[in-house]
């Protein structure tokens, strides 16, 4: 049986007979439509295939990394992994039978998919809002639903205090998954005081089906560049390059292991040899474990800025900003520099009515954080370039070029 929308019609039928079909490399990456990825791969009989297609050798489905740091690349999961990290997130959120998810992320991006399996895994119901839905047809359809859960991103519910979201005393939303570890927790401070939602963070890629990490809000606040601990079915560590296990406090490459993992990825043997060495799942993520398993995000190792041999985690630029007032939006890269190696630039979109000159920020950066990691230039643009669940594209940031006006 194939569920699809209506608009990829044509492609089912061609897939039925056997035909590949070109399309736009923004969607699907690798330039090609795998219409026999897994009918490539033979089932292998195992103990655990009870005719469920759950064998942890068995693909289910294959999903596309968000590409944020290079080309995407298409994970293959199993059923069984599928399968173990949504009762993970079902378990973790103590989600019964009465759950009612509203769906706002799309089916080709983990997080959806991740979440949909966690309401088939407690016998929850699903609500999909539509592909053009607005942020108030959304919040029409959230209370006609009823919706509990929901992880929709600040694009969508953001707007939604403007648009008297309790009514009739009621908000029937109560939980609400952000995102963690890039210390901004208090953007989310509304749906915990004004909603009366729980809000809670995590931290997944798409190699592991999703979230594998949670931390409740007060935790949020007392560690606000924390992505909490793992679910019940994954193990973290942080590895240094050799594999190497290293100590509470040092930095490393977050590592992740457990059923949930890929079994590697669509014809990129090397790629996949990388990613699973060592017993772990390389997540490509810089961060730190705390004596109790806290684990606390750097950032990419790929966006790492390396100035006159210092390293800059560009979200800890971020957050300097996100606590400036007159700022909507902003996001750093690392850019050349004859001098440093590499230099920070920022890229700044201001709130309506508000200004903020060069120099301002750069006085707004002293004392906060050391002065070879404060932005060397400064653009200020309309918007920043993000993936559909608002993740930044740091590369095409980078890619643009720096004029010598630009200079802070």
Not at 243 to 249: D, E, F, W
Not at 331 to 338: A, L, M, Q, S
């Amino acid at each position: 049986m194939t569920f699809a929308n209506p608009r990829f019609a044509a492609l089912i039928e061609g897939a039925a007979a056997g035909e590949v079909h070109q399309v736009d490399e923004h969607h699907a990456a690798d330039g090609l439509f795998e219409t026999a990825a897994l009918a490539a791969l033979p089932p292998a009989p195992h103990a655990y295939d009870l005719g469920l297609g759950l064998a942890p050798d068995r693909p289910l489905y294959m999903m596309y990394t968000s590409g944020t740091t290079g080309r995407p690349k298409g994970c293959l999961q199993a059923g069984s992994a599928v399968a173990a990290s949504a009762l993970g997130f079902a378990q973790h959120r103590r989600f019964t039978a009465d759950e009612v998810l509203l769906s706002v992320n799309p089916l080709f991006h983990v997080v959806g998919m991740q979440q949909v399996a966690a309401m088939l895994a407690c016998g929850g119901t699903s609500v999909f809002a539509g592909r053009d839905d607005d942020s108030a047809a959304i919040l029409e359809l959230l209370h006609r639903e009823g919706c509990t859960t929901t992880s929709a991103f600040p694009t969508i519910s953001f707007p939604w205090q403007a648009m008297n979201p309790v009514r009739d005393g009621r908000m029937p939303l109560t939980n609400y998954t952000g995102g963690a570890g890039m210390g901004r927790p208090q953007m989310y401070e509304f749906i915990e005081t004004d909603w009366d939602a729980r809000v809670v963070g995590g931290y997944g890629q798409t190699e592991i089906c999703g979230f594998a990490t949670f931390i409740d809000y007060p935790d949020m606040l007392e560690h606000p560049r924390s992505i909490g601990w793992t679910l019940p079915h994954v193990e973290m560590t942080v590895l240094d390059p050799e594999g190497n296990h290293l100590p509470p406090g040092a930095e490393g490459e977050l590592c992740l292991r457990g059923p949930a993992v890929m079994l590697g990825y669509w014809r990129n043997p090397e790629a996949s040899a990388a990613a699973l060495g060592h017993g772990w799942l390389r997540t490509g993520d810089l961060g730190t474990m705390d004596e109790r398993g806290l684990g606390y995000l750097l950032g990419r190792a790929k966006e790492l800025i390396k100035t006159g041999g210092e390293n800059v985690y560009p979200a800890e630029v971020d957050a300097v900003f996100a606590a400036m007032p007159e700022v909507a939006d902003a996001g750093c890269c690392g850019v050349p520099d004859r001098q440093w190696g590499e230099a920070v630039k920022a890229f700044v979109v201001l709130k309506p009515g508000h200004t903020l000159t060069r120099a301002e920020i750069t006085a707004r950066f002293k004392g906060q954080i050391a002065g070879y990691k404060r932005p060397r230039y400064i653009e200020f643009v309309d918007s920043l370039p993000r993936d559909p669940i608002g993740k930044l594209l740091r590369q095409e940031l980078s890619a643009r070029p720096v004029g010598p006006d630009q200079a802070a």
